[in-house]
């Protein structure tokens, strides 16, 4: 069909712009190089002598290589089935930190 309502892939397929459900292997390297990376500023902080509570707080949170994969990939949802979901479901979720989560979730 032609003209204004002609049959696109936006229209047969609703929305243009969607969000995998999971995770792509590229996404989550990249996802812990920046936990190392934040890792790495922290530790250069904490070596300058500078102290300040902020950075008594980044201390207490685990690094990269100790967080299990469940934390570094996902985060608490009060909302959601399992209490759990995808960190790349965040909105800005490359700004924030997701490594306390409630104990037992």
């Given at each position: 069909m032609f003209g204004p309502f002609r049959a696109t892939s936006p229209t047969l397929g609703g929305l243009l712009?969607?969000?995998?459900?999971r995770l792509s292997t590229t996404?989550?390297?990249?996802?812990?190089?920046?936990?190392?990376?934040v890792d790495a500023v922290i530790e250069a902080?904490?070596?300058s002598g500078v102290q300040c509570e902020a950075l008594t707080q980044a201390l207490e949170l685990p690094k990269e290589h100790e967080m299990?994969?469940?934390?570094?990939?996902?985060?608490?949802?009060?909302r959601?089935?399992?209490y759990r979901k995808g960190i790349h479901k965040v909105p800005k979720w490359t700004r924030t930190t997701?490594?306390?989560?409630?104990t037992g979730f």
């Open positions: 712009w969607k969000i995998p459900w996404r989550k390297a990249n996802a812990r190089h920046r936990l190392k990376k902080v904490r070596a299990h994969p469940r934390d570094k990939y996902t985060t608490f949802a009060a959601a089935k399992g997701n490594r306390v989560n409630p």
